[in-house]
Structures are given as structure tokens and as C-alpha cells.
């Protein structure tokens, strides 16, 4: 019998901060217009202060470590060129929940639709 193909791969998720205020920054859409970046590797998320990083299937932990690294750099230096930075955190420490854009893609606009209170509050939920 033939063992188990077994693979690796890790999603992050990223919060997008302007340096100077602290505050979320809704962002998404330049990061995704930013130059070497596809979809399968940032992705935007309900929220556009919110941006997802997913590795490709690694077969080592070795390997999937230079992948998470690679993909890092890659958000850090495309939100860099616009003054911006990252965090990973949970929740924002003062950033208000209601101030935050919804990415208009229609999954996200669908939820925001049927679930309103719940899609708003989402970034509460997280911590």
C-alpha cells in the first residue's frame, strides 16, 4: 500500500496600517494593482484593511518556511511603496469596526447583504 501524500501550506492574514496614525488604512485594491502580485498569492479579504497571503503546496517545512518568508517581504514591500505597513493581530486595538470598507467582490458584498450586523462586526470576532 502506497503511504499518504501528505502536503503543506499555510494562509496569514494582514492588517493594513498607516505608520503615521495607527489606524486601519483600506488599501486592498492598490495592493492588488501592485506590480509581480497575483491573486493566488494576496487575496483580498471582507474587510479592504485586510489582506490574505496563502503559500503554494510545499512538501517540506523547510520549504514552506522560505514560501511564508518570500510572501512577507512581498506584502510588507507592496504596501512599503505606499507609505503603509503590516500588522498581524486579531483585532485592531482602536480602529473602529464601522469605519472599515467592505472589498466589493460579490461574495463579500452578499454577506455583508444577508448578515449586515454580523458581516460589520467581523473584525470584533476575531480576537
Not at 499555510?10 to 498607516?18: A, F, G, K
Not at 486592498?28 to 479592504?48: N, W
Not at 506584502?75 to 486579531?90: C, W
Not at 467592505?102 to 470584533?124: F, K, N, V
Request: proline share 6%.
Amino acid at each position: 500500500m502506497k503511504p499518504p501524500s501528505l502536503t503543506l501550506g499555510i494562509e496569514e492574514e494582514y492588517q493594513i496600517i498607516d505608520p503615521e496614525t495607527r489606524e486601519l488604512c483600506s488599501f486592498i485594491k492598490e495592493i492588488l494593482d501592485g506590480e509581480h502580485v497575483t491573486m493566488e498569492e494576496i487575496k483580498p479579504e471582507l474587510h479592504q484593511s485586510v489582506v490574505e497571503v496563502g503559500s503554494t503546496v510545499c512538501q517540506t517545512p523547510a520549504e514552506l518556511r522560505v514560501e511564508v518568508v518570500r510572501l512577507r517581504k512581498m506584502v510588507m514591500d507592496v504596501a512599503g511603496k505606499s507609505g503603509l505597513e503590516i500588522a498581524a493581530a486579531g483585532t485592531h486595538p482602536f480602529s473602529s469596526w464601522e469605519e472599515q470598507e467592505i472589498t466589493p467582490l460579490e461574495r463579500y458584498l452578499g454577506i455583508e447583504q444577508d448578515l449586515q450586523d454580523l458581516a460589520r462586526h467581523s473584525q470584533d470576532l476575531t480576537a
